[in-house]
């Protein structure tokens, strides 16, 4: 018989381990902002970013899908999951990086992946062998 906790078991995708999916969103994050801080930082005209571009969006999507296996895995609140994934989807669509919406979603992307990893942290701590 299915009940409610069955069902919240197959959604928390209690079959991934926390560590890789922990290590591969903070890693992901990392470089795709570092990656977008650079390009903006030192953008020229005479110099082509777009290799860099390309990987900033690559390890952006990398780290909305991490970020958000990891949200689940741990059982962060719902809304700020929905939250993560509402303003992750600047990484799935570049161009609207340059819009009003990109950068308020960078920034609420990049505050709550922090609060998660820190969420994360505390709760590896927390946890005995």
């Known amino acids: 018989m299915n009940t409610k906790k069955d069902f919240n078991d197959k959604i928390r995708m209690n079959k991934i381990p926390a560590k890789p999916a922990r290590i591969i ?21 005479a110099t082509d970013y777009t290799y860099l571009f390309y990987s900033a969006w690559f390890f952006g999507i990398v780290s909305v899908i991490s970020n958000m296996i990891l949200a ?15 303003s992750g989807i600047i990484w ?8 009003f919406y990109g950068f ?16 994360a942290f505390q709760s590896k701590k927390g946890k005995t062998l």
């Open 25 to 45: 969103a903070l890693s992901a994050t990392s470089l795709s902002y570092l990656l977008l801080i650079y390009i903006l930082v030192f953008e020229t005209r």
């Open 104 to 119: 308020p979603c960078i920034v609420i992307f990049l505050i709550v992946a922090i609060y998660l990893h820190l969420k």
């Open 72 to 86: 689940i895995k741990i059982k962060i609140k719902s809304w700020l999951i929905v939250v993560l994934g509402i």
């Open 92 to 99: 799935l669509f570049p161009p609207l990086l340059m819009s």
